[in-house]
C-alpha cells in the first residue's frame, strides 16, 4: 500500500473536459508520475481515494467536474541525491522558485539519467522543496523536455504545490516559447488544434492519435516572427500541456522544430544549409532549437491573484544562430491569412 503522510492535507483536482472518461488510477498516475499504477490501484482499494466524497474502483471512469480527492503519499527516505550543479535562478522566495534550465539538463532521475538532474541540483541548492510530486520529484510543479531550455517553476511546500498544480491543470498559466522551424509556414499566425497520444510504435515519441486510450486534446497557436528561405522563427503558445505538444504539433504542419532528433531527424544543422551560404557553413546549431521564453502565473500565496511573469533570456547559441541568420539572409516578407 502507498504510505500516506497524515501530515500533508488532502489535494483535490477537478476533471476537466480532456480527461472525461479516463479511468480513476490512470488520472492519479498522471498527477502522480512517481508512483506506478499498481501502487495507486492499492491506495484506491484502500480508500484513501474519493470521487466527489465517494470512494470508488480504480476502473471508475471520471466525469466532467468531478472532484477527485487523495491524501499526498508519504515520502520515503531516498530521494535525488545532492549536486553541486550551478542554477540559473530567476525568482525565490518562501513559496517557491523559477529557474532558467539548461538544454540538456533532465528534470527528475530517469532510467539512464540517474545523475547531473535538475532534481540533485535543487537538493543541494534548497533546504525545502514540496514532496507533492513524489520522492524523486522534490519541488517539481510541471516539466520541461531534456533538450528544451527556459523557466520551469518550482514549489519549496506541497501548498504552493497545490496551488500551482491547479492552475496549470485549469489552463490559467501562460506560456509562451520561441522556436526556430525547419520550413516556412505559410500564415502569420495559426492554431493548431489536434489531440496527442503515445506513437503506435516508436516508444520515445508521441504522435497526432485520435481515438486512442492515450490521446488527449491538445492545442498550440504559433506566431511567425521572422521568415528567412528556408526555416522561420516562431512564438508558440501552448495551451495544454502533452508531452512534446510544441515539437509533435509543429511537425505536424510540416514544420518541425530545428534539430529535434525526434521529429526532424536531424541532431544538428549549419547557417549554410538553411541560407545555402558556404562561407555559413561551420556555424553549427546542435541543440533543439526550443526555449521557455515566457511564463506568467499567480503567486500561490497571494490573496488577491498576483500575478508573476519570468522572462529566461534566450541563450547565446541560439541568439548566434538568429543574428547569422539574419546576416546572410534577408528576412522573406509574410504572408497574411
Known amino acids: 500500500m502507498v504510505e500516506l503522510s497524515s ?8 476533471v476537466e473536459a480532456d480527461q472525461v472518461g479516463m479511468r480513476l488510477d490512470a488520472f492519479l498516475v498522471a498527477h502522480l508520475p512517481a508512483y506506478s499504477r499498481s501502487q495507486i490501484c492499492r491506495a484506491v482499494q484502500a ?60 528534470v527528475h532521475p530517469a532510467k539512464g539519467h540517474w545523475s547531473g538532474t535538475l532534481t540533485a541540483a535543487l537538493a543541494h541548492h534548497f533546504d525545502r522543496l514540496s514532496q507533492a510530486g513524489g520522492p524523486t520529484r522534490p519541488g517539481i510543479v510541471h516539466r520541461l523536455d531534456r533538450e528544451t531550455s527556459g523557466v520551469i517553476v518550482i514549489a519549496k511546500t506541497d501548498a504552493a504545490h497545490m496551488r500551482l498544480a491547479e492552475q496549470f491543470a485549469a489552463r490559467t498559466v501562460h506560456k509562451e516559447y ?4 525547419q520550413g516556412v509556414p505559410d500564415r502569420d499566425r495559426d492554431e493548431i488544434d489536434q489531440p496527442i497520444g503515445v506513437h503506435p510504435y516508436h516508444r520515445e515519441r508521441m504522435a ?113 544562430f538568429v543574428e547569422a541568420l539574419r546576416h546572410d539572409t534577408p528576412p522573406r516578407g509574410a504572408t497574411r491569412r
Not at 52 to 76: E, I, M, N, S, Y
Request: proline share 8%; glycine share 6%; net charge positive.
Open 47 to 106: 480508500g484513501q481515494v474519493q470521487v466527489d466524497g465517494v470512494v470508488h474502483r480504480p476502473a471508475c471512469r471520471l466525469k466532467l467536474q468531478q472532484v477527485v480527492t487523495f491524501q499526498l503519499p508519504g515520502v520515503p527516505p531516498a530521494g535525488p541525491r545532492p549536486e553541486n550543479i550551478p542554477l540559473d535562478i530567476l525568482y525565490e522566495d518562501e513559496a517557491m522558485v523559477a529557474i532558467n534550465k539548461a538544454s540538456g539538463m533532465v
Open 7 to 14: 501530515e500533508s492535507a488532502p489535494v483535490q483536482l477537478r
Open 208 to 320: 497526432i492519435r485520435a481515438g486512442h486510450e492515450t490521446s488527449r486534446q491538445a492545442r498550440t497557436v504559433y506566431e511567425v516572427q521572422e521568415r528567412w528561405q528556408r526555416c522561420a522563427m516562431l512564438k508558440a503558445l501552448p495551451h495544454t500541456g502533452r508531452t512534446h505538444q510544441i515539437r509533435v504539433h509543429l511537425a505536424h504542419v510540416g514544420c518541425p522544430v530545428l534539430c529535434d532528433r525526434l521529429y526532424s531527424g536531424r541532431s544538428q544543422v549549419t547557417v549554410g544549409e538553411l541560407t545555402g551560404s558556404p562561407a555559413a557553413e561551420d556555424l553549427h546549431l546542435r541543440r533543439l532549437a526550443l526555449h521557455a521564453h515566457r511564463l506568467r502565473i499567480r503567486h500561490p500565496q497571494s490573496e488577491h491573484g498576483e500575478e508573476l511573469e519570468f522572462v529566461a533570456p534566450l541563450p547565446s547559441e541560439l541568439t548566434q
Open 178 to 181: 520561441f522556436a526556430i522551424v
